[in-house]
């Protein structure tokens, strides 16, 4: 029972609130926001040209200020001492750069986890849920394996309602191998006894025509994750212009830096929007393997330790499926098997 003395006091804040609600109306102003929203320039030490700077680095809101690099921001601001004291701001403002907390809190936070389901049952319980907001799902596989086919069932999920396994939230499909078929969309989205015209409408698209392109898209997407609603980011393929831009040894140690680059691009979109990131990889025959699968999934570690969770897609007899997950924190090391046909990705 809640004790009396809070119940009065809650009932005082919401007349005060109330008051100064019909204040506001008299005044002939809106409705009260229910939350502050701060800009850049109510840093401490940020004006207009300093924030016009930092935006023009990528750095639009609040939160990517108290969540960014002392020494990424010094870039910009010409000093890591100015960097870290507006981070400081910034983490103060919204209330957040919480250093400790108890394992109880990790819990309650993670409590509030949405999971988009694939539409798939079999998959749904290999991951316990679907695909998790907060984190990143890469989905590994040889040609025709899938990948591309779960994005787009991906795109449709999310924008069911919460009891129909969605988000009620729509998809950002970021395109780097020409591979996306809206007609695709309208058939899974038909399927499923959603209007296909609305959800086509709900599905932002940018194609990226090579790796830089890739990672100003997903820059740029920080703009509209919340004005519309996304809550899943696909990236097909991740990796493909990395690859193909930088080939051989020589230019490796160059590649996944930036491939490094990306993936923490995409982590802080994760953590700071609470939307589910969903990537494609591809998989490379490893040459020095001689016994056991001399199958590895591409991006090296960088890859493997930037994805939250992985699995592995596979080619079964009579085009069945099969996914795995691999090196998952949370998940055991098992197996489930689906099918792709008309309607989609579907359990067999
Ligand atoms: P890649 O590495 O080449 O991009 P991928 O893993 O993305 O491969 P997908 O394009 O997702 O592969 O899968 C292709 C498979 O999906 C094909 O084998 C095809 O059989 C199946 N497929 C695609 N469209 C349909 C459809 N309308 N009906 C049934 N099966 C389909
Ligand atoms: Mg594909």
């Not at 980011?233 to 491939?259: M, T, W």
Request: proline residues 3%; contains cysteine; charged residues 25%.
């Amino acid at each position: 029972m809640m004790p009396r003395k809070s119940k009065e006091h809650a009932k005082s804040v919401s007349e005060e609130l109330e008051k100064e609600y019909e204040n506001m109306l008299d005044q002939g102003l809106e409705e009260p926001a229910l939350s502050v929203s701060y800009e850049l320039e109510d840093l401490e030490g940020v004006g207009r040209i300093t924030a016009d700077k930092l935006r023009k680095a990528g750095f639009y809101s609040l939160k990517d200020i108290a969540y960014a690099s002392a020494h990424e921001l010094a870039e910009v601001l010409g000093s890591e001492d100015r960097a870290l004291a507006i981070i400081r701001s910034a983490q103060r403002l919204i209330g957040g750069g919480k250093m400790f907390m108890t394992a109880k809190e990790v819990y309650e936070r993670r409590q509030k986890i949405a999971y988009i389901s694939t539409g798939v049952k079999a998959l749904d319980a290999l991951l316990e849920g679907g695909i998790e907001t907060g984190a990143i799902t890469e989905f590994i596989g040889e040609f025709g394996a899938g990948k591309t086919q779960i994005c787009h069932q991906l795109a449709v999920m999310v924008q069911l309602p919460k009891e129909s396994g969605g988000l009620g939230a729509k998809a950002l499909y970021v395109d780097a191998e020409g591979t996306f078929r809206p007609e695709r969309i309208a058939q899974i989205a038909q399927h499923r006894g959603v209007d296909p015209e609305s959800v086509l409408s709900n599905v932002i698209y940018a194609r990226a025509y090579n790796s830089d392109h890739q990672m100003l898209i997903v820059d740029e997407a920080k703009k509209l994750i919340e004005k519309e609603n996304v809550k899943l980011l696909i990236v097909d393929s991740l990796i493909s212009h990395f690859r193909s831009e930088y080939p051989g040894r020589e230019n490796l140690a160059a590649r996944q830096q930036k491939l490094n680059r990306h993936i923490s691009q995409l982590l802080r979109l994760a953590s700071l929007y609470d939307i589910a990131i969903v990537v494609t990889n591809q998989v490379l025959a490893a040459p020095d393997v001689f016994f056991g699968n001399p199958l590895r999934p591409a991006g090296g570690n960088i890859m493997a330790h930037g994805c939250t969770y992985r699995i592995w897609l596979r080619k079964g007899k009579e085009g069945k499926r099969i996914a795995r997950i691999i090196d998952s924190p949370k998940h055991a090391e098992k197996e489930a098997a689906f099918q792709i046909a008309e309607e989609g990705v579907i359990d067999l």
